[in-house]
């Protein structure tokens, strides 16, 4: 091993049945360096991650640690804690049933017993030096999502660890709670730890990191000092390709303009249970407009609101002028409004059915019970719109789980296009998936909103909003505070609209 | 847990056999039939002789299965469901079908326990207890859709009560149905050779193929199993499509409830359909159809009930007693599960890989 | 941190209990409930404590079934094989002392043997194999009962001396005697059984609460893939639980060849689905993850009581036993389904206050 490096990988090979998820990969971890890991989704991240914290066992290749001799061999998760690697995933994988404290000591430690005051009273500590207002005795369930990412992070932090992993752990914080990592993350540098941070968000790589490695193909691109690659250059390594510029991505529309024309969407006083203010909104024919505000901040109960995803408790709806009722997904549909879910795994994808059945599925129902599709037209359809959305897949008969983040978003896209919505909600439609096929989805938002389709568009990267919507709605506290058009439409305007204006 | 096998694996008929799912209960079939055919070929003898009555009709072991693989083929189509939409079983069928068979009985005999004739038309008996036993489908389906209750827990109530309630309904009496005619359900109808039970099974597999074609439960079904959540905002109720799996499972009870009691004409409270929950569970499983939900193939299923009744009939010949039965099934089941079990087979493909390898380097040598 | 203690008030008495403890609660209160109204309004029999101690005596393999039951469910699975092997169990040991001329002793060892053994296979094709446990355990069921006719078809009494000794064994409880109609003071007394049940709950007890293999048992049940991320060697825990599920189911046997003295092929019909009400009244949840040893206990106990309770208000055909089990089985399950489900949907709503929360507080930390 060479002299400061904390861990190395070298000629890692991994393959699963038909895929060469790794070939001959080599990593190295410096003492005290945060070491982004960048890649298209497929590229081989995650399955690198999960060959070092003994998920998954390689096929050939050597991992040095220092302080270790010889290869060390990581056959699971156990050993990789064993030899200092700790590990924060994206999804918590801490138990829901058990108590926070026990969460942070669980699996660890020597000894048969457990001493209850003392987990608790450490755990106490633990987390108040991190900031994190929860109790220790508290069950994990009872806390919201980013309090558990923090959670996991506490545990990995107290692990002592000299690698520590984090694997897209800022996708389910907001602004403030990632800069509470940040901060953690940089004084954990300070003691020596080696962190490898896998994200999606360039500016999080540029802020917090010093050197990237980048991954295309399950093959190594390169390592690189983080000054010497601009931003440019590093996506067009992730792709392979010069950069189809995505500033090319205009948004032709002249702006938004209010033409009086009878809104194809309106409501007014809309409310749901999951404890947003009521609110008004409306969308014309053609038009691009969208929801923004911190995570949290109420963006995505609106639209499932709007759809009838959560219970709606208040409000009148009018499509085209007429007043329609909709409390239910099956009646937004039969009016002709698509929703794409924020959470694919959770609420869009039907992860065993094949990519022909999901495709049909949401057409199907709006069919009806008694008009089944035959398995020639369903393949008709299908067919249509894997070509249309270019969508990589073997067949159309293989399961969606098996097709990778960006493919299997473009399949719920076509499932709703297949059903010819007046209305499309698209509820952060690029979020974990590779830059490739985020322009391409941007690009298509467009194409449809000129074809005269309305479509609300939700994510979490500004840019994106900027370059797609002609009209934003800022949400801050679970309340609708701002609207946005035309000039105003700028970064800083959102920023300071987001933050509040009455703010001192 | 269906995990397919090596996609990259060819496309030989041998090898699309071998991975789709029907592999699993025809394999076992075939090793069945081969260990019949060598043990004693006379096994797939049929005959055609007068029965009691008179009639010509057939016989043989084939037979015997056909005819008494029919209760659970039929059991088999509902829970196929159930477990399809439910992730999980329902384990009260054997219970439910007393309770059906029970207020058949009612309904055929009245108050008189030995009544001279029916009391009621065998159509109206049926309806009645097919009516009964969707309602105690429907009352499992709502513990399971609304209530959020695991299938197997939900249906442990029924389990537990199901056999007292059918001995309630008859105040415990065992009535016994007058006339021949109503043994012709479980037995043979004048003039047709083939065991009536087995032309019921056929008819209901025709009226699943045609459920299955011209609805949409099957997507549905599995669909609402694999991922609720996405299912509920493509705009399907899956509380509504459980509770339907759930009846459509309590309708399969009543038409095995009709045979059962129609082979005796009478009923046994804590005999009747004993065990045949597990049987019917087993048929899910051995037609290759993950037991925790999702994608299913009714064919597999069936075919596997059927597999399980040829089994029993070969221990059978093999004079192994009825109470004895279990241990020798189980032993076959377990050697089953273990055979289909995907880690299993993992290991069996890297195994035969390894033995391969070896040989291909002394050939490049 | 003031912001953490006004949350911990505001949350109340309901929302800071575990799943677990609150659903052991509500087992505990029941019977309580129950046991005081069967001394209201039935028999004086009811104040007796011998009334308890006989609950206790009939009950005492259930209690230790349900134990093993319990645990396994914890981790997220179920056994069903246990009544199937209480039923060999006592027709080996029946053999074995009355036909083979063995000792006592031998039989113990013959009861754990068998235990040990489908704990061990079941564990085995379970943990490693990954097959469906339910698949597991009905083969492991229908095997341990097929092998009981097998071994031998009928019924028969044991009478080996040293056996029948410990079965007439009854330990004195001092203090808690009545006095009978003739007015003699008799004594309270449980049989051994109840003393090797009630050490079992004990340990087991201790072990799930005071243990780290305790705790991973939990983990496991709660989510696996998590379990495994954390370290927990996930296939060896849930070894264990079967392995430990089919000690206690021989250990159970035994305690009720001891209580039946006899062997019969009929024997402990049902059992594993008392097992399994027994643990949902207690508050075990088959999802995994929650449940409790003295809940089990107490569900348990509960379901015995409702049996005495039926039986002595005159409803003893046969079929009341089994309507009231499935009619208090029906209920709790719906209660837990209530509670848990609008826990959740409290949880949710809070949700965002909690966010909010933390980041004052760190706020607050950063000044």
Known sequence: MREGSLLEMRGIYKSFPGVKALQNVDFTLREGEIHALMGENGAGKSTLIKVLTGVHVKDEGDIFIKGHDGAVQIRSPQEAQRVGISTVYQEISLCPNLSVAENIFIGRGKGAGVNWREMNKRSAELLDSLGIAVRPTQQLASCSIAVQQMIAIARAVDMECSVLILDEPTSSLDESEVAKLFKLMRQLKERGVGIIFVTHFLDQVYEVCDRITVLRDGQLVGEYEIENLPRVQLVSKMLGKELDDMADIKNDSAGYKDDGSTPVYEAENLCSTEGIKPFDFRIRKGEVNGFTGLLGSGRSECVRAIYGADTVTSGTVKMNGKPVKITKPKEAMKNGIAYLPEDRKRDGIVGDLSVRENIILALQVKTGFFKPFSRAKATEFADKYIKLLDIKTASVNTPIKSLSGGNQQKVILARWLLTDPKYLILDEPTRGIDVGTKVDIQKLVLKLASEGMSITFISSETDEMLRTCSRLLVMRDRKLVGELTGDQLTQNTIMETIAGGDRK | MTKRLDPNGGGSVIAGLFRNQIFIPFAALMLLAIFNLVADPSFFAITLNNNSAGYPVLSGQLITIIDNGSELAILAIGMTLVTASSRGQDISVGAAIAISGSVLLRVLCGTDTRPETMQAPIIVGFIVAAAASMAFGAFNGVLVAYFRIQPMVATLILFTAGRSIAAWINNNELPIVPGEEFKYFGGYIPGIPIPTPFIIAILCFILTWLMLKFTNIGLYSQSVGINEQTSRLNGLNPELIKLCTYVILGLCVAVTGLIKVSRLSTINYSVIAKDIEMDAILAVALGGNSLSGGKFNMAASILGAYVIQFLTTTLYKFDVQATALPAYKAVVVIALVVFSAPVVREKISRLAKKLRAPKTAENHA | ?367
């Open chain 3, 1 to 367: 941190m003031s912001t953490k203690a006004i949350s911990g008030r505001r949350k109340g008495l309901l929302g800071n209990m575990t799943d677990t403890n609150l659903l052991t609660s509500i087992t505990v209160a029941v019977f309580i409930v129950m046991y005081v109204c069967a001394v209201a309004f039935l028999q004086e029999g009811f104040l007796k404590p011998q009334t308890l101690f006989n609950l206790l005596n009939a009950n005492a393999a259930l209690i230790i079934l349900s134990c093993g039951m319990t645990l396994v469910m914890i981790t997220g699975g179920i056994d069903i094989s246990v009544g199937g092997v209480t039923a060999l169990v006592s027709m080996s040991c029946a053999v074995l002392l009355d036909k083979q001329g063995g000792d006592v002793i031998g039989a113990i060892f013959l009861a754990i043997g068998i235990g040990l053994a489908f704990g061990l296979v079941q564990g085995f094709l379970v943990a490693y194999l990954e097959i469906q446990p339910f698949i597991v355990t009905l083969a492991g069921m229908f095997f341990a009962r097929g092998m009981t006719t097998i071994v031998n078809k009928d019924p028969f009494n044991v009478a080996n001396e040293g056996f029948v000794g410990l079965k007439e064994t009854r330990l004195i409880i001092p203090l808690l005697g009545s006095v009978n109609k003739k007015g003699n003071y008799v004594d309270a007394y449980v049989e051994i059984g109840v003393v090797v049940a009630l050490l079992i709950v004990a340990i087991l007890f201790v072990v799930l609460k005071w243990t780290k293999t305790g705790r991973n048992f939990y983990a496991v049940g709660g989510n696996r893939q998590s379990a495994l991320m954390l370290g927990i060697n996930v296939k060896r825990t849930t070894f264990m639980s079967y392995v430990i599920c089919g000690l206690l189911a021989g250990i159970g046997g035994f305690v009720y060849f001891m209580h039946v003295g006899s062997g019969s092929p009929s024997h402990a019909t049902g059992a594993e689905m008392n097992a399994i009400a027994s643990s949902i009244i207690g508050g075990t949840m088959l999802t995994g993850g929650v449940g409790n040893i003295i809940g089990t206990l107490f569900g348990t106990m509960s379901l015995a009581l409702i049996q005495t309770i039926v039986s002595s208000v005159g409803l003893d055909q046969a079929w009341w036993t089994g309507i009231t089990i499935a009619a208090m089985l029906c209920i709790f399950l719906v209660v837990q389904s209530v509670i848990i489900s609008r826990r959740k949907k409290k949880n949710n709503s809070s949700k965002e206050s909690e966010v909010k929360e933390s980041t004052n507080a760190a706020d607050g930390k950063d000044k």
